[in-house]
């Protein structure tokens, strides 16, 4: 390999995890205020040796995989993980480790070679330069014989783009980039054919020869899968512990160990030693291990791995990201701005929306911009500006929900495994999307200026333009908020529909600001829209000298009008400017806040 890497062993002694009691077996009776799901739990991962982790279904498999990559969320936890003799430290052990989930969460929009990439780009030193990591890309995607593949688009999983043994070799492949010296990998080969899963399996004999330590969580394997494995670590039902050791050629020592159990029938020829070795298991067996000269040679090897090797140091990381928080920022803004760009059906969507209505809403009020001679003229050109912002702020906002959701869910992987920072992903989600806005609304307020006809100066269509795209940031940063705030994409849409109504009603064109009861009056300061119809109103009219009919007071000009019915002041339009940066930059810090403290992923 081009880049050089510590080869590192992880000890466990006595490892036991908790939960809280489920309130269903309360109900039952049960007094225990802690439900244990690990007891006791011993063993050794050496490098350059693959290790299988096997057990029936609720033997604790992943659940201990998860204890120790560091990757629960929840419960309690008590006894000592060591890395290479050294106490573990979660925010260095990210560093160094890799963890391969059993969902395959990528990117859907963007290429096999760009999610290598960033994950190279962010978790590689600053010492390696742009040639070593692409040199270094490059070998691992022959490692796991991705060649072919390097510019497919991954897409999502069981929908579109690579299959499922190919998104698993694209797991393993962004874990790898990262040079790490211990890789977790669950359940690499569940739901895979036979061919399938015997590609993965050889991809992963070629990383464990590359000198790494190997961890997999196998569940039911095949004979060849098993006997492609180093070492063994059994658990029963329970998260109890029932062998550890070496499986032998053509899992000998297995056979060997178990057979010395009084009781346990010898093996058929031909019989797959894994299934074998889970029908046998009983009580009685695992209540005779304890004493056997294999689980004394394991804790033996515990031991020895427990204690530092003479001269050597423990891990040390002067920062927590092997990146700055810049250049963490560029990372997730290319990841970002290549998945929307190869994302066409939202952009489609989203620029043919923004023609159509600005056309359809252009025709409905067509050069009405200057007619203001009766009260209804005004009326009209209120009821403009309303639709112009109701229509599509509503539909930008629930159009950004899904592509967030599915970026949140791969932020839960990315954080975990020590990428960058929540904010700076935040920021650069915020980024792009201000982007696509930016130009969204250039056409949106090109169309409507000119076919609705407004007064042409330039500083009227710059006010135009700027209340117009701050209202749709607003919008889409509106939507991205309620999803960092919620567990789903469904709540989020429930939450947007109920406050989006509201907004609408305060909004100051079903019922003007000065006929709202006074005790309500404050939710119209309190709702974005209304301060946008104040800016856009105010901005073309405000200033109007020009005379206008009013019914019941004879002639007055525009903008007596305005201020006279509406309490639109073309002199406050400094102060409406400012509110709109400062919804803009609220929802902002929600939603970064959000995304960083709540986490709705449950391990």
Same mark, same amino acid.
């Given at each position: 390999m081009v880049l050089p890497f510590k080869p590192l062993s992880l000890a466990f002694k006595n490892v036991n995890y908790y939960v809280d009691m489920p309130a269903e077996m309360k109900s039952q009776g049960v007094e225990e205020e802690r439900l244990q799901l690990l007891h006791d739990v011993s063993g050794a991962f050496r490098p350059g040796i693959l290790t299988a982790l096997v057990g029936v279904s609720g033997a604790g498999k992943t659940t201990l995989m998860d204890v120790l990559a560091g990757r629960k969320t929840g419960g309690y936890i008590d006894g000592s993980i060591n890395i290479s003799g050294y106490p573990k430290n979660q925010r260095t052990f990210a560093r160094i480790s890799g963890y391969c989930e059993q969902n395959d969460i990528h990117s859907p929009r963007i290429t096999v070679y760009e999610s290598l990439l960033h994950s190279a780009w962010l978790r590689l030193p600053k010492s390696v330069n742009k040639q070593d990591r692409t040199m270094f890309i490059e070998e691992v995607i022959e490692l796991v014989e991705l060649s072919p593949l390097r510019n497919s688009i991954v897409g999502l999983p069981g929908s579109n783009g690579l299959s499922t043994e190919q998104r698993k070799r694209l797991t393993i492949a962004v874990e790898l980039v990262a040079n790490p010296s211990i890789i977790f990998m669950d359940e690499p080969t569940s739901g895979l054919d036979a061919r399938a899963a015997a590609i993965v399996i050889r991809t992963v004999r070629n990383t464990v020869d590359t000198g790494r330590t190997v961890v997999c969580t196998i569940h039911q394997p095949s004979i060849d899968i098993f006997e492609s494995f180093d070492e063994l670590l059994l658990m029963k039902r329970g998260g109890h512990v029932i062998y550890a050791g070496s499986l032998g050629c053509n899992s000998q020592k297995l056979i060997e160990y178990f057979e010395a159990v009084q009781m346990v029938p010898k093996i058929q020829e031909g019989t797959n030693p894994a299934t074998w070795m889970l029908d046998i298991s009983s009580t009685a067996v695992e209540s005779q291990k304890i004493s056997s000269f294999g689980f004394r040679k394991n804790q033996e090897l515990i031991k020895e791995l427990s204690t530092p090797t003479p001269g050597s140091k423990d891990l040390y990381f002067p920062t927590q990201y092997a990146q700055d928080f810049l250049t963490q920022y560029r990372a997730c803004f290319m990841k970002l701005h290549r998945s929307y760009w190869q994302n066409p059906s939202y952009n489609v969507t989203r620029f043919f929306l923004t023609t159509v209505f600005g056309v359809l809403f252009g025709?409905?009020?067509?050069?009405?911009?200057?007619?203001?001679?009766?009260?209804?003229?005004?009326?009209?050109?209120?009821? &403009?500006?309303?639709?112009?912002?109701?229509?599509? *702020?509503?539909?930008?906002?629930?159009?950004?929900?899904?592509?967030?959701?599915?970026?949140?869910?791969?932020?839960?992987?990315?954080?975990?495994?020590?990428?960058?920072?929540?904010?700076?992903?935040?920021?650069?989600?915020?980024?792009?999307?201000?982007?696509?806005?930016?130009?969204?609304?250039?056409?949106?307020?090109?169309?409507?200026?000119?076919?609705?006809?407004?007064?042409?100066?330039?500083?009227?269509?710059?006010?135009?333009?700027?209340?117009?795209?701050?209202?749709f940031l607003y919008f889409t940063l509106y939507g991205m908020m309620l999803? &960092?705030?919620?567990?789903?994409?469904?709540?989020?849409?429930?939450?947007?529909?109920?406050?989006?109504?509201?907004?609408?009603?305060?909004?100051?064109?079903?019922?003007?600001?000065?006929?709202?009861?006074?005790?309500?009056?404050?939710?119209?300061?309190?709702?974005?829209?209304?301060?946008?119809?104040?800016?856009?109103?105010?901005?073309?009219?405000?200033?109007?000298?020009?005379?206008?009919?009013?019914? *019941?007071?004879?002639?007055?000009?525009?903008?007596?009008?305005?201020?006279?019915?509406?309490?639109?002041?073309?002199?406050?339009?400094?102060?409406?400017?400012?509110?709109?940066?400062?919804f803009v930059l609220f929802f902002l810090f929600v939603f970064a806040y959000g995304i960083k403290f709540l986490n709705f992923q449950r391990r």
């Open positions: 025709i409905i009020f067509w050069n009405k911009g200057q007619q203001t001679a009766t009260q209804q003229d005004v009326f009209n050109l209120l009821g &403009a500006t309303y639709s112009a912002i109701m229509f599509l *702020g509503g539909s930008t906002c629930s159009a950004v929900m899904p592509i967030v959701s599915i970026e949140r869910t791969i932020l839960y992987r990315e954080r975990a495994a020590g990428m960058y920072s929540e904010v700076a992903f935040a920021i650069a989600q915020v980024s792009i999307e201000a982007v696509y806005v930016a130009v969204q609304t250039f056409f949106y307020c090109t169309i409507l200026f000119f076919m609705i006809g407004f007064p042409w100066h330039l500083g009227n269509f710059l006010w135009y333009y700027f209340f117009m795209s701050m209202s999803l &960092a705030l919620t567990p789903g994409y469904q709540i989020a849409t429930i939450a947007m529909s109920f406050f989006l109504a509201t907004w609408n009603l305060f909004s100051g064109f079903l019922i003007l600001r000065t006929e709202i009861p006074i005790w309500w009056r404050w939710y119209y300061w309190a709702s974005p829209m209304a301060w946008t119809i104040y800016g856009l109103f105010a901005s073309q009219l405000g200033n109007v000298e020009s005379l206008v009919e009013v019914a *019941g007071h004879g002639s007055m000009p525009v903008k007596q009008f305005l201020k006279q019915s509406f309490g639109f002041d073309y002199e406050f339009l400094g102060i409406v400017a400012a509110a709109h940066v400062c």
